[in-house]
Structure formats: C-alpha cells, structure tokens
C-alpha cells in the first residue's frame, strides 16, 4: 500500500515537473530591435492596397511595427513555446495601440496584427515581460523617441522629396543620443523609401542600448524618398 502510494506520489510530481517546464520559455534574449515603420511606405508597394481601420486613418507619424527580442549573436527569436493567442489583455490598451501600433491591411485585420506580433515575437521576452508589459513597453518607447518630431525639426518632412540617409540618421540621433538602422523599399514606381527605423532596447523595454550586432537588410542607399501620408 505505502508502496503504491509513493509511486502515485512521484508520478504526480514528475507530471507537475513536465508541465511547469512547457510553460517556462526556455529562450533567453539579450535585448530587443524595436522597429518603427512608416505606414505610407507600406502601403504605396506594388500590389499592396491599405484600408483605415474604423477609428479612421492614423495621425501622420512613425509607428510601431514590432519589439523583437534577440539572442547575444543579434539573431531575433521568433514563435516560441508557450505562445498563447490572448485577447482579455488588450481590450484595456486597445486605444492605446490603434494610435501607437496601428495596421492598415486590407481587409482590416484589426488586433490580430498585436496579437500576431506578440504571438511570433513577444513570447520570447515572456520570461520578463507578460503580455501587456510587452506592448506598454513598446508603446511608452515609440512616444519617448518620436521620431516623427525629430525628423520635423531638421526639415525632414513627408513630401514626396528624396533626402539623404545619412542626414536622417544624423537627425534622429542628436534627438535620441542613439543612432538608428534605416530599412528601406520601393514604392510602386520603384523609388527608394523610407520604411523602417530601428533601435536596440534593453531587456526590459525601457532603456535604448547600443546594438551588439547589426540587423540585416540595412538601407544601402544614399537618398530616400519620404512619401507623404
Ligand atoms: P512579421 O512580424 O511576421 O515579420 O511581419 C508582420 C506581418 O504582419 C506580415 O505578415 C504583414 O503582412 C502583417 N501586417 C499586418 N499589418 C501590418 C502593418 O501595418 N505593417 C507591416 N509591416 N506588417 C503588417
């Protein structure tokens, strides 16, 4: 009798060790890309069509497009285990993010574009950040930076003119202290854009860091085309 009972005993706690340890990520990251994106630039690609969401179009601005934790070799990881798709969270912070971390696919997608984020990129942080510490995260970082207002007061504007990378880059890091990556792509007519400006964050989301690597894909032109919104 006492025999059996130590064996349920331990069958139990080896159960309760396997199921802890699906819940615990075992991915550890280093710090995050935080990137920003310019939602003209998205949708003026070739074969890309846009909608507003029902709050109506988004305030000209840079906005978010991911926080994306990486490894110590600069790598970003992506879907992993324990990801859970949930909605409860968000409904506090959904006017938050519609201003902050807005998505214009066509048809609107809405918060699946958060969810797919936090789903493919935000569980990988989970070990510091839960789900609405992730997206607060990204949402104080993007309004600590503007970088829309940054790019204003040195004269770089969204109006259709092409500027030089290096001045832009240069612009953001007197207002910052930290220089960014720019990304860039093509509008429809195959002129180069700016599309995407990214920082490294520590690993709590707060603090800009110095990159330990560099992402790949950089802008390698010299003049980028600003689309006007
Ligand atoms: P990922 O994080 O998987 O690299 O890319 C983002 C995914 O979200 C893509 O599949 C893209 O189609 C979708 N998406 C939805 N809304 C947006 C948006 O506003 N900007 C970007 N870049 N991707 C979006």
Redesign the pocket.
């Known amino acids: 009798m006492v025999k059996w009972s130590i064996s349920i005993l331990l069958i139990m706690l080896l159960n309760l060790a396997v199921t802890s340890l699906g819940n615990v990520p075992n991915f550890d990251y280093h710090a995050f890309y935080f990137i920003h994106?310019w939602?003209p630039s998205?949708c003026n690609q070739k074969g890309t069509k846009c909608c507003y969401p029902p709050t109506g179009r988004p305030a000209a601005d840079f906005?978010i497009?991911?926080l994306?934790p990486y490894n110590d070799g600069g790598n970003s990881l992506q879907n992993c285990p324990g990801s859970s798709y949930d909605v409860a969270p968000l409904k506090a912070i959904q006017n938050m993010l519609q201003k902050d971390w807005?998505?214009?696919?066509c048809p609107q997608?809405g918060r699946?574009?958060w969810l797919?984020?936090w789903n493919?990129?935000g569980t990988c942080s989970k070990s510091v950040l839960d789900e609405l510490a992730y997206f607060h995260a990204a949402s104080n970082m993007k309004n600590k930076l503007n970088i829309f207002e940054a790019l204003s007061k040195a004269r770089i504007i969204p109006n259709n003119q092409f500027y030089q990378v290096e001045n832009i880059k240069a612009a953001i890091t007197q207002a910052t202290g930290y220089r960014p990556f720019i990304f860039c792509n093509h509008d429809a007519e195959g002129n180069s854009q700016i599309w995407q400006v990214i920082f490294c964050v520590d690993k709590s989301g707060t603090k800009l860091v110095n990159c330990s690597g560099s992402p790949q894909g950089q802008c390698a032109y010299s003049t980028v085309k600003f689309p006007s919104y």
């Open positions: 994106q939602l998205y906005t497009y991911g994306w807005p998505s214009l696919t997608i699946k574009f797919h984020e493919k990129h």
